[in-house]
């Protein structure tokens, strides 16, 4: 993940190497790349989990490193020489793939996403391109082939997180890129073909230069995974194209990060954000409450996008018991409501401060997390309200008139979470244009 633009200085005053991708190898009909998509927006939650080497440090992975790569200077605090030795003492006996299946499962989350390889070039799998891996570690075992397992067992989606900039490689954006982009794509061979189904590939961007032979890179990626659901930062470029916004005619979907994306139901968006306040573990790191981080979840799926909520596993190989903590009390909420987030879409009404809506055929489910008054005002919508249910218990008063729809829950039916209220209409939810709520 990006951690900072400390490049953007440096990148201004270079020209680009590459632009984005032009061709589109899939050649998808607009229906086609929809049912491509269907499970991942339905599925709205996952995990993304940032581990190496840098977790005996607990702190940022990559950006720690000093002096990261000639294009590509760091003031990071970690000197290169003990950074890069650190597998060397990297031996998490306590890493359980099935247990870190089980806690994304029981956090409600539908797929899981795994820094394969980072920015600082280590490799979470047995590569066969270059020695800096796990493999050659003490703890030598094969993280990528056991997490995938233990995924696919438990009915989950998995996923690669792949930086294409390696701060570890010499070659990479020198006059010798070249031979750096093919080890990279026979590294991305080797993630796409070794480990059964793959569902998705995120790409990361540092702000630097994208020279990544984009159109061969697709074309590869796309042939041996054709399913495969990719984000946009491939094509990233300072000064053209934001990861926040763009996307690129072979990438699926848009990634603001840290941040919660505005409502936006004509493109496909997910949200990337940490339990913590660093994306690799940190000790005494302070932890998102439960109502915190379910009220981020509320509104990325409120503005009809998804959520990766990140965990960074401590150097045993487990993740945080206060971070496993947090996620159950997520799930346990999910478990009851669930059906309010799963399969929905984002909408009729945008997300404010106090509100965001869902919706799924007939139904408006309104989500409101703080009241600020004795009753919810909403816009007109064109169908009739024809029920309505308290889905946190109670009982609610509604009122829809020429002017707007008004929602009243007595205060000892007030949850501090989120109140739900299911609006049942006479007709589709989904034919209600999306409206601001004033």
Not at 133 to 140: A, E, K, L
Not at 306 to 335: C, F, H, S, T, Y
Not at 343 to 356: D, E, Q
Request: hydrophobic letters at 40%.
């Amino acid at each position: 993940m990006k951690y900072n633009f400390i490049l953007a200085i440096l990148v201004a005053t270079q020209p680009l190497l590459a632009t984005a991708a032009e061709q589109n190898f899939l050649n998808e009909t607009p229906a086609q790349r929809d049912a491509r998509l269907h499970w991942w927006r339905e599925a709205r939650f996952g995990l993304f989990i940032h581990w190496g080497p840098v977790s005996l440090k607990g702190t940022e992975i990559s950006w720690s490193r000093a002096n990261s790569n000639t294009n590509c200077p760091n003031k990071g605090e970690i000197p290169v020489e003990v950074y890069d030795n650190l597998y060397r003492q990297f031996n998490p006996t306590n890493f359980n793939a099935r247990e870190w299946a089980k806690i994304a499962r029981d956090a409600g989350m539908k797929y899981m996403v795994l820094t394969a390889k980072h920015c600082d070039g280590f490799c979470l799998w047995h590569t066969k391109v270059i020695d800096y891996h796990i493999g050659n570690s003490p703890f030598r075992r094969d993280v990528c082939g056991e997490l995938a397992a233990a995924a696919h067992r438990a009915g989950l989606r998995i996923g690669w997180y792949y930086s294409p900039m390696d701060w570890f490689d010499p070659d990479c954006r020198t006059d010798r890129n070249a031979a750096y982009v093919k080890r990279m794509q026979a590294q991305l061979r080797e993630l796409l073909t070794d480990y059964g189904r793959t569902d998705l590939l995120w790409f990361d961007w540092d702000g630097g230069t994208i020279p990544w032979e984009q159109d061969n890179t697709y074309r590869l990626i796309r042939t041996l995974q054709p399913r495969l659901i990719v984000n946009n930062r491939l094509d990233c470029s300072f000064g053209g194209f934001s990861a926040d916004s763009y996307i690129g005619p072979n990438a699926d979907y848009y990634t603001p990060e840290q941040n919660i994306g505005a409502y936006d139901d004509q493109r496909p968006w997910e949200t990337c954000m940490t339990l913590g306040t660093q994306w690799s573990w940190k000790p005494n790191d302070k932890i998102k409450s439960v109502p915190e981080a379910l009220h981020i979840l509320l509104k990325c799926v409120g503005g009809d996008g998804n959520l990766l909520l990140n965990v960074g596993p401590m150097p045993d190989g487990r993740i945080e018991p206060r971070q496993v903590e947090a996620l159950q009390g997520i799930g346990a909420w999910l478990k009851k409501y669930g059906a309010s987030i799963y399969g929905t879409r984002g909408g009729p009404f945008k997300p404010t401060k106090s509100l965001v809506s869902t919706r799924k055929g007939k139904t408006i489910f309104v989500h409101v997390l703080r009241w600020d008054g004795n009753a919810i005002r909403l816009p007109v919508i064109q169908a009739k309200i024809v029920s309505a249910k308290v889905l946190t218990g109670g009982k609610v008063e509604v009122h829809q008139q020429a002017d707007g729809i008004s929602l009243s829950v007595v205060p000892e039916h007030r949850q501090e979470i989120d109140t739900i209220i299911a609006l049942r209409l006479n007709a589709s939810a989904m034919d209600e244009p999306a409206v601001p709520v004033r």
